[in-house]
């Protein structure tokens, strides 16, 4: 099994690279590997609670983040400084959940905050990186 | 060594693609191995043979069609990012009921199974792209 992360720079809708990162992300996870996603930058506006694209003519990608929990992507690691540095915070991102089967299906959540030095980290510790 | 490659962005527009297939091409000279070549987002233009750039410049689509004949390199276009870019095998001209094809001899279609695949079986997947 490898360790499979997915960074998300770019802001939802000012292009197709979310959305279509987001594809990878779904199709990846019939592969039963180690799955995390990362948001850094403006990948932070993807997670934004209350996301209306009606006005763009665009499909709007924001529900598919909240069926990442059934498809076993648990892990959505949110860099703090990213948040700080666009005056976003915890509260402002969708409420992302995922059910634990070995606790009982209890929901715990799937968004969890790392300072941009945990993320170096974890990024250190992947085999393979997929930018979008 | 074995690598697979993710192209990103389409030929010429951005550097991206020339740098992709100058690595792949350093790859095989130091006798390592491609196991594939994936094309995502912009990067299914990499993969029409309706191209024609001026005669004065490289021809990047050609460029990977001698490549995977020559080194018998598996050129890989998601069909998603295909579809909603006009890039069409036979199969898929047909299936969507299109008057005509142009995927680039060399390159197949097929879907995003194809790129985890290339990451869990390459020793490095590299990116090429925004």
């Keep these: 099994m ?3 992360m997915y ?28 799955v995390s996603m990362a948001f850094i ?32 992507v648990t892990k959505l690691y949110v860099e703090q400084e990213s ?10 991102l969708m409420n992302l959940t995922w059910e634990d089967e070995e606790a009982d299906w209890v929901e715990k959540p799937s968004i969890r905050v790392v300072s941009r030095a945990q993320l170096s980290d974890l990024l250190e510790q992947q085999d393979v990186i997929l930018n979008f | 060594m074995k690598f697979s490659v993710m192209v990103n962005e389409g030929p010429y527009t951005h550097q991206a693609a020339d740098t992709a297939y100058h690595f792949t091409r350093a ?13 995502y987002h912009d990067g299914v233009h990499n993969g029409t ?42 199969d898929e001209a047909k299936r969507n009921g299109k008057d005509g094809d142009n995927i680039a001899p060399g390159f197949r279609i097929s879907g995003l199974g194809q790129l985890i695949e290339a990451g869990i079986e390459a020793d490095r997947l590299l990116v090429f792209g925004d």
């Design chain 2, 49 to 90: 043979r309706m191209s024609t750039p001026p005669q004065d410049d490289r021809h990047i689509v050609d460029r990977w069609s001698e490549l995977a004949h020559d080194h018998d390199i598996d050129l890989v276009v998601c069909v998603a990012a295909a579809q909603r870019r006009g890039i069409l095998d036979k």
């Design chain 1, 2 to 4: 490898k360790k499979f």
């Design chain 1, 41 to 72: 930058g403006d990948g932070v506006f993807q997670l934004n609670k209350g996301q209306d694209t009606g006005a763009l003519g665009m499909k709007n990608s924001a529900p598919t983040y909240g069926a990442l929990g059934d498809y076993e």
């Design chain 2, 27 to 39: 790859v095989l000279d130091a006798g390592h191995e491609i196991f594939r070549i994936f094309f």
């Design chain 1, 7 to 34: 960074v998300n720079r770019h802001a939802p809708h000012g292009t197709i690279y979310p959305l279509e990162g987001l594809e990878v992300v779904l199709i990846g996870a019939a592969f039963d590997q180690d």
């Design chain 1, 83 to 92: 948040l700080d540095e666009r005056g976003l915070e915890l509260n402002d």
